[in-house]
């Protein structure tokens, strides 16, 4: 069972544009939403993360939005840059968990 | 900035052989895990662990896999008779503890490649 869904898996986006990734969640339980950033051959390394008591966090130029009714969030990488090229997971873990779900993946290529 | 370490970074091996892939959590980490992530494929998990003893797997952690730490500090994962399907990258992980919004901090992961 795929506990968070991930979308596009795949996105291309002009220097300066804005890329939007985003997620899907079924268990009410989970209450922290991290998303990493992952260059090639590298780790997953933590980029932002929301609880949801907020609806918004915004880092610099990436912001999560998040709609607890419809129990999804999406990452927006503003000014996107080509060194914003990377595959981008959300998860989703019970706050003070043990387990984190990940989604599946979005490649992301910002074109100079 | 503390973190995690893992060898080797690419190990090729023939099916049926035993691999052990090494991980040298952050120090004052207390929770360890191990995630697979098939080429181009999205993260899974595959087992945790705390105070020495898996605290949950996933299906995919069968028989064949086992994890220990042996001595403190490294942590490992063997696979005692790799399959094709074990083809790879691993990575370890770690976080401090369970309270508050947990930092997972991940390795460079290890290329395992069977053949």
């Known amino acids: 069972q795929q506990q968070v869904k991930q979308s596009p898996q795949s996105l291309i986006v002009q220097k300066g544009g804005i890329s939007i990734i985003n997620c899907a969640y079924e268990?009410?339980?989970?209450?922290?939403f991290p998303w990493y950033q992952q260059f090639p051959g590298k780790g997953p390394a933590l980029l932002i993360a929301?609880?949801?008591?907020?609806s918004e966090k915004k880092e610099g130029r990436f912001t999560i939005s998040f709609n607890k009714s419809a129990k999804q969030f999406s990452l927006h990488i503003m000014d996107s840059q080509p060194g914003d090229s990377a595959t981008y997971f959300c998860?989703?873990?019970?706050?003070?968990?043990?387990?984190?779900?990940f989604g599946t993946g979005t490649s992301l290529t910002v074109i100079p | 900035e503390p973190e995690v370490t893992q060898t080797p970074s690419h190990q090729v091996t023939q099916m049926g052989q035993e691999v052990i892939l090494r991980c040298v959590p952050i120090?004052?980490?207390?929770?360890f895990y191990w995630y697979r992530q098939i080429l181009g494929q999205k993260v899974e998990f595959l087992v945790s662990?705390?105070?020495?003893?898996?605290?949950?797997k996933s299906e995919i952690f069968d028989d064949q896999f086992s994890v220990e730490r042996p001595d403190g500090s490294n942590f490992t994962l063997k696979i005692r008779s790799t399959k094709l399907e074990d083809s790879a990258m691993y990575f370890c992980?770690?976080?401090?503890?369970?309270?508050?919004?947990?930092?997972?901090?991940f390795g460079a992961g290890s290329r395992l490649t069977v053949l």
């Open positions: 120090s004052n980490h207390l929770y």
């Open positions: 662990f705390y105070n020495n003893e898996i605290s949950e």
């Open positions: 998860a989703a873990s019970k706050m003070g968990g043990n387990q984190f779900y």
């Open positions: 268990n009410t339980a989970f209450d922290y």
């Open positions: 929301i609880r949801p008591d907020v």
């Open positions: 992980a770690s976080i401090w503890g369970l309270f508050g919004a947990n930092v997972l901090t």
